[in-house]
């Protein structure tokens, strides 16, 4: 049998067409390789002129300090920003401002939705209230169990912009996968779904959460998102729907981001 020998860098690239690439930030593959050159050369100088490129509270006294021996390593150290602030607030006043931020494609195809900046922001800014509202502080663990939903970046945003720390858990992951991420990063919240579709078929969020929750006595609040509206087991005082706490007159549309170490 003949032996397969590796493709050349040229048959693995794809070309873009002319009407991409101009509107590309990197054009060509040799800015590319120039790029790579100069972060491989010279990281702390490279990585330090990309942090330039966003909004900080307090700029870092050093991008890079490190101690082999503890080991130790600390990026930016002193600096203070928000990412939820650089991902949403600093395009406001842009021409960013009204451009599609968020486009999702939902499953059957017929349903998507988009999201400019400014959506985004007010999406992001009324969970981030929520949050609070449930009692959420700067620190607190947030679990999130959500399919590939709007509603996933959303929750991570609020979550970024209050100070809070989320932990993602992939929406397939079952009961037993989730109990185990929650119960390690200590969580006393908890977002999912009612469910979702996955390749024509339904899976139930809530129920896998449900499961869950039996062994994660830490959890105080679940917030869940109504996606196809099927009928779910609902524990009283402690599960509340996402559009209904959303919709509440006390959630503005307004959230001042948590000031956070770098």
């Known amino acids: 049998m003949k032996e397969k020998t590796p493709k050349s860098e040229d048959q693995l690239v794809y070309e873009p067409s002319d009407s991409v690439k101009t509107k590309a930030t990197i054009k060509t593959m040799e800015e590319y390789r120039e790029l790579y050159q100069k972060s491989v050369k010279d990281p702390e100088k490279f990585w330090g002129e990309l942090a330039g ?6 700029k870092w006294n050093k991008v890079l300090e490190w101690d082999f021996s503890k080991p130790e390593i600390k990026w930016f150290n002193g600096g ?7 991902c949403l607030d600093r395009h406001l006043n842009t021409w960013r401002r009204n451009k599609v931020a968020l486009i999702w494609q939902g499953e059957p195809l017929e349903e998507n939705r988009s999201f400019t900046y400014q959506q985004l922001y007010y999406h992001v800014c009324k969970f981030a209230n929520v949050l609070k509202k449930l009692g959420v502080k700067k620190g607190d663990r947030v679990s999130i169990y959500l399919p590939m939903i709007p509603e996933l970046p959303i929750a991570m945003l609020a979550c970024a912009r209050i100070g809070a720390i989320h932990s993602v858990v992939f929406g397939g992951f079952s009961a037993e996968a989730l109990r185990d991420r929650i ?3 200590g969580s006393r919240f908890l977002i999912t779904a009612d469910g979702y579709y996955r390749s024509g078929k339904i899976v139930q969020n809530k129920v896998n959460a449900d499961e869950a929750l039996k062994e994660c006595p830490g959890v105080e609040k679940v917030v869940v998102v109504k996606r196809l509206g099927i009928d779910v087991p609902f524990t009283k005082e402690r599960d509340l729907w996402w559009n209904e706490e959303m919709a509440k007159e006390d959630i503005k549309p307004s959230c001042e981001p948590e000031v956070m170490d770098a």
């Open 53 to 58: 490129e966003l909004d900080w509270k307090k």
């Open 183 to 185: 119960n390690d990063c």
């Open 80 to 86: 203070k920003l928000n990412a939820s602030y650089n």
